[in-house]
């Protein structure tokens, strides 16, 4: 069993049987949390990436989503759906990003 702890936008993720052996989360500032929907899986969201985590800790973080801003729309078991700001064109873009995976579709920012 695992414990995830979120203050002042750092997180750490820690097994309660060795608390010792915690993991910080690669997520900073961390702006949302959010459990998958009949899974396993956090979500952790800052300004411009997507990580997740499992029973085990890091399981995939997304290349950059958005110049500066993300918005999570819809969570299910297989997928997230968002909005990014696309700051060269003064916009907001949909994204989605495959639970399993990390896979992402969508969204703009400099590194696309």
Same mark, same amino acid.
């Given at each position: 069993?695992?414990?995830?702890?979120? #203050?002042?936008?750092?997180?750490?993720?820690?097994?309660?049987? *060795?608390?010792? !052996?915690?993991?910080?989360?690669?997520? #900073?500032?961390?702006?949302?949390?959010?459990?998958?929907?009949?899974?396993?899986?956090?979500?952790?969201?800052?300004?411009?990436?997507?990580? !997740?985590?499992?029973?085990?800790?890091?399981?995939w973080?997304?290349?950059? #989503? *958005?110049?500066?801003? #993300?918005?999570?729309?819809?969570?299910? *078991?297989?997928?997230?759906?968002?909005?990014?700001?696309? !700051?060269?064109?003064?916009?907001?873009?949909?994204?989605?990003?495959?639970?399993?995976?990390?896979? *992402?579709?969508?969204?703009a920012?400099?590194?696309?």
């Open positions: 069993m695992t414990l995830c702890v979120v #203050l002042k936008g750092q997180g750490y993720w820690v097994p309660i049987g *060795s608390p010792k !052996a915690f993991e910080v989360v690669c997520s #900073l500032p961390i702006k949302e949390v959010i459990a998958v929907p009949k899974g396993d899986k956090m979500i952790f969201v800052d300004y411009v990436r997507i990580a !997740a985590y499992g029973e085990s800790g890091f399981l973080q997304t290349n950059s #989503l *958005s110049w500066d801003g #993300l918005k999570i729309i819809k969570v299910t *078991s297989t997928k997230i759906s968002g909005i990014a700001w696309d !700051a060269p064109n003064n916009k907001e873009v949909d994204f989605f990003v495959n639970i399993e995976n990390g896979a *992402s579709e969508g969204g920012s400099p590194e696309n």
